[in-house]
């Protein structure tokens, strides 16, 4: 890894398997290093995986298998901005399956319990529209839905039903 500051994520035991399937996810997304433990430690034993360093989607990112003590929260998550429907439902189907959860507003866990915010450009574009009153609008059709509807939003936004 070549960047001094990286995010460090937290597992219990699964860093090794939640950075491959990251890497099976999203694109420009690798694991780049897997170290094993030289020695045992609290959670774990010589020779099991310690860290995982990868990359998503261009972060620079760090998994350390530090055992049960803290779990994954919604004060972090990784935000990933969609052109089309088709890849939101793409990204979001694949962190929810297997074990996931929807949330709302476009955020969603994996089966680890990291948090995802999968946004369209159409959605950003919509709360910052220039119209005041589209923009609220959008927030409003935002505001009743799971995974983020561009054509719903859209239609909101032009004061129609989508």
């Known amino acids: 890894m070549s960047a001094k500051n ?3 994520l937290w597992y219990d035991g699964a860093a090794e398997e939640a950075a491959n399937f ?3 996810v999203f694109p420009d997304t690798h694991v780049t290093r897997v170290v094993q433990s030289p020695t045992d430690y609290p959670d774990g034993k010589t020779g099991d995986v310690i860290t995982v360093e990868f990359t998503v989607m261009g ?11 803290f779990p994954q929260s919604e004060a972090f ?3 990933v901005e969609t052109s089309t429907q088709e890849e939101t439902d793409r990204y979001w189907n694949a962190i929810v399956a297997g074990g996931g959860a929807e ?3 476009g955020w ?12 369209p450009k159409a959605l950003s574009d919509a709360l910052t529209h ?6 609220k609008r959008g927030m409003e059709a935002m505001m ?6 561009i054509a719903a939003i859209e239609a909101a936004v032009a004061g129609a039903s989508a």
């Not at 972060?59 to 003590?69: H, K």
């Not at 994996?110 to 946004?119: A, E, M, N, V």
């Open 108 to 119: 969603c866990k994996d089966k680890w319990g990291l948090s995802w915010q999968i946004t």
């Open 6 to 8: 990286r995010v460090c």
């Open 103 to 105: 949330s709302m507003c």
């Open 22 to 24: 990251y890497a099976s």
């Open 130 to 135: 220039p119209d005041r009153a589209a923009a």
């Open 59 to 69: 972060i620079e990112c760090i998994a350390l298998n530090g055992g049960p003590t």
């Open 144 to 149: 009743t839905m799971r995974k983020i509807d």
């Open 77 to 79: 998550s990784f935000q």
